[in-house]
């Protein structure tokens, strides 16, 4: 049944002003009687979801009358709280005079001509079985004005304008009959200002449906510690058409989780276990559920910190004898990036420890490998044992490639789900940084601020020298790679040069890009393969690409790590590194050269200007190669990702180097490039007149023209095999016939036709003084008969 219509008069003596502005009078002349209901329910003065019942039905909370905005007119701006018109059914209080306005001896409420400049909002309490509701406004409503009356609850809304002078009348009975909703009226001026002497709200309640009992939704709830690993808890009362299905919640131990009352939110503060009770409006029926907090770094998988299980050799002793001596190079590519602004993963760490952060995306509508099972593969592709994989994972192959002398540990988060399909992330741009932006920076920024907020860590573990960048950030990506697209959806690394400013420290710097489907591309089987995501971490450490971005077979012949991505590393990169000890050579000398896979043994002949006593200059770099280590498994068969073979037999690889270090100075735009032996960095700044200027030192020469600095000779190349068959390399690349095997000999003046750019000098423009001879070959060294001219 229905109960009667309460009526509820904001009179015009409810506004009256004293003449001398004091302050305005109680409703003492209202009609009392109006505000109260029927059947003995008198209406409850607090406006909190408490209910009352009697034998006569269900008394609902008081509603309010207020002004949600900063001006009641053009010029007159509300000097008290939003809670500024308030009722209790009997009184009107909290009315300043100034904000009422008195014509022709009358007083008015005045609504600016958008509800912007004023309005009046009409709340009715909370959960009501509303059936009617109605609003009787009078005033003046100047021609062409009209006042718009907006009706909200249960997600309708419903605007009826009232045009009239004098009088305007709304009424609005669309709710479902007891269905509890949050009846709203809001009365805006349209056009010009309105001025009303009073507004008279009515509604019906219809008899609630009572609840006869109340469940949590959710079981078995774990929540992990901090504000970002919070989940909302939701519960279903019973029947499903009560009246009044909102809860309130509460938490018994708040020093666990705490939960929002009204939110459902609830949010784990420390590992431990706690109770919440969700309470249904009546206050009679409640539901328990147990919550446990968790440490959220529990789900991280972390590397292991024992490398005895992935095997290799150690380093072989240093060596010295008549006109020899082992080396090692004065700078490392740690400190040659660093010198042109990038922050690179240390390949030499003091301690022998590197870290990397692996966080596999998943991009949104990319959902089938997404999974925990692909995540458990990109962790046994990055940090698993040999035997996880179908030949090495990334660490594992590290840690032989140095000789046992890097440690490479890190952890793989949970999934991040980027907010963007494949689509969306394409059109993301930056006007700033123009083409040297990539949607990727943007993913990276943003996966590292949700791994540190799910993680509740600053990811300064993840900073092992301390320098304010992370050491490296791999993000595996959960769709397939794209060769019609290879700047987004392909293997690459990069430097985020947009976040060098971030005030949040470690800030990303250095990170590579793959899909996860690089780690399908191995030698068949359910193993992983490390091919790739090996090659794109040797970019991290600072190495160069040694294939040609030009077209054609590369200078090396396919045959490297940083080539075709397969074998292991060559002896320039490793010697680069800070790995290695060349021995170099100052004169005739005879030297047994033993393997480099197995001992890390190289030999360093100077030009003509001898050496500079670092990895950056130019030189020749001989190396024993043997089909063992991690040369082993391409070298037996073809590795299946890209169909590339290593050397199947023993012989010497002489490599011609040409990593001089440049500067170059820039100054609102890049000028030349030299040549020079130090490393000198200026940061960037303003001169006084405003340009930006800076100095940079790098590597000068690369393998691919297209990449050649402005002043350089082009046709310099990085790093360069030259075959022992003197035969330019084809478009298969190096085979067997590169190795310099017993019986064979290097000179300039029989090889520098097909492999220096000068012919007979080297790119120094000094003459090579020295030839070499090879003999007395073993499965594990081969003696090397140096001439100095």
């Known amino acids: 049944m229905k109960k009667a219509i309460s009526i509820l008069t904001l009179s015009a003596a409810v506004f009256a002003l004293s003449a001398c502005g004091a302050t305005p009078l109680p409703s ?5 009687s109006s505000a109260t209901t029927s059947s003995g329910e008198s209406s409850s003065e607090s406006s909190s979801e408490s209910s009352s019942e009697s034998s006569s039905g269900y008394s609902g909370p008081s509603f309010t009358i207020k002004f949600t905005s900063v001006g009641l007119s053009t010029s007159k701006a509300i000097a008290s709280s ?11 209080t909290g009315i300043d005079p100034t904000d009422c306005h008195a014509i022709y001896g009358k007083s008015f409420i005045s609504l600016g001509a958008s509800d912007i400049m004023g309005s009046i909002v009409i709340n009715l309490g909370s959960n009501l079985a509303c059936t009617y509701f109605s609003a009787n406004a009078m005033g003046i409503i100047d021609s062409g004005a009209s006042l718009n009356v907006t009706s909200k609850a249960a997600g309708v809304n419903k605007t009826q304008a009232m045009a009239s002078k004098t009088e305007a009348t709304y009424t609005y009975d669309a709710f479902a009959n007891n269905t509890a909703v949050t009846p709203q009226i809001v009365l805006s001026s349209v056009g010009k200002v309105t001025r009303l002497a009073s507004v008279t709200i009515g509604y019906t309640f219809g008899t609630p449906i009572d609840a006869t009992g109340i469940s949590i939704d959710q079981s078995d709830i774990k929540v992990g510690v ?85 095997g290799g050799n150690t380093k072989a002793a240093d060596r010295e004898g008549t006109n020899y001596k082992s080396t090692a190079s004065t700078y490392n590519y740690t400190q040659v990036e660093a010198a042109s602004q990038t922050d690179v993963l240390q390949a030499s760490p003091d301690g022998g420890v590197s870290k990397i952060l692996v966080i596999p995306v998943h991009v949104q509508g990319e959902d089938t490998h997404a999974t925990a099972d692909v995540r458990t593969n990109i962790y046994k592709t990055f940090f698993g044992k040999p ?40 059109l993301l741009s930056d006007s700033e940084w123009g083409k040297t932006y990539s949607p990727t920076w943007t993913v990276l920024e943003e996966a590292v601020k949700w791994a540190r907020n799910r993680y509740n860590s600053d990811l300064t573990e993840f900073d092992m020298n301390k320098d304010g960048y992370l050491d490296g950030v791999w993000m595996v990506y959960s769709c397939d790679y794209d060769t019609t697209n290879t700047n987004l959806w392909w293997a690459f690394t990069f430097n985020d040069y947009r976040t060098n400013d971030s005030t949040t420290l470690p800030t990303p710097s250095k990170y590579c890009w793959a899909s996860y489907n690089f780690m399908n591309e191995g030698y068949g089987g359910s193993l992983v393969d490390a091919h790739t995501y090996i090659h794109e971490t040797g970019h991290m450490m600072g190495l160069d690409d040694y294939y040609t971005y030009d ?40 030297i047994t050269l033993n393997s480099a896979a197995e001992t890390g043994e190289s030999i360093l002949i100077p030009t003509g ?5 670092t990895a950056f200059d130019e030189y020749l770099l001989l190396e024993y190669y043997t089909p063992t280590v991690l040369n082993q498994q391409d070298s037996e068969k073809k590795y299946a990702g890209n ?16 990593a001089r270090l440049v500067t170059a100075d820039y100054s609102g735009g890049w000028g030349s490039y030299s040549y020079t032996d130090t490393i000198k960095f200026v940061e960037p700044y303003k001169d006084a007149s405003g340009v930006t200027k800076a100095t940079y030192t790098m590597v000068g020469a690369s393998n691919s023209i297209s990449r050649s600095k402005t002043g350089l000779n082009s046709s310099f190349k990085l790093i360069s095999l030259i075959p022992a068959d003197n035969v330019l390399l084809t478009k298969n690349g190096a085979t067997n016939d590169a190795l310099f095997q017993d019986g064979d000999s290097f000179s300039v003046s029989k090889y520098g036709a097909n492999f220096l750019a000068n012919v007979n000098t080297m790119d120094d423009g000094t003459t090579e003084p020295y030839s070499l001879a090879f003999s007395d070959s073993t499965t594990s060294s081969i003696k090397v008969t140096v001439t100095k001219a």
């Open 609 to 613: 200007d001898s050496w500079n006593g």
């Open 28 to 32: 003492a002349t209202s009609d009392t």
């Open 82 to 92: 939003d809670a500024f018109y308030s009722t209790d059914s009997t009184y009107v």
């Open 387 to 426: 035997s996880e994989t179908g030949w090495e994972s990334v660490s594992s192959f590290y840690y032989k490639s140095s000789y046992q002398q890097l440690k490479l540990e890190g952890a793989v988060t949970e999934w991040y789900d980027l907010p963007y399909t494949k689509a969306e992330l394409a």
């Open 551 to 590: 077209g054609g077979i590369g200078p090396i012949g396919g045959i490297d790590m940083m080539d075709y991505n397969i074998i292991d590393h060559d002896v320039f990169s490793k010697f680069a590194y800070g790995w290695i000890k060349p021995m170099v050579v100052s004169g005739s000398c005879e």
């Open 643 to 658: 169909n590339k073979q290593g050397f199947t037999e023993r012989g010497v690889r002489i490599f011609h180097v040409d």
């Open 226 to 310: 901090g504000a970002y690993n919070t989940m909302t808890l939701s519960a279903t009362v019973t029947p499903s058409n009560a009246s009044y299905q909102s809860v309130t919640w509460t938490s018994s131990d708040a020093s666990i989780a705490t939960i929002g009352a009204s939110t459902g939110v609830l949010t784990g503060v420390k590992v431990g276990t706690t109770s919440v009770t969700a309470t249904d409006y009546s206050g009679k029926w409640t539901a328990k559920a147990d919550v446990t907090v968790y440490n959220p770094t529990e789900n991280l998988m972390y590397s292991p910190t024992d490398f005895s299980d992935f």
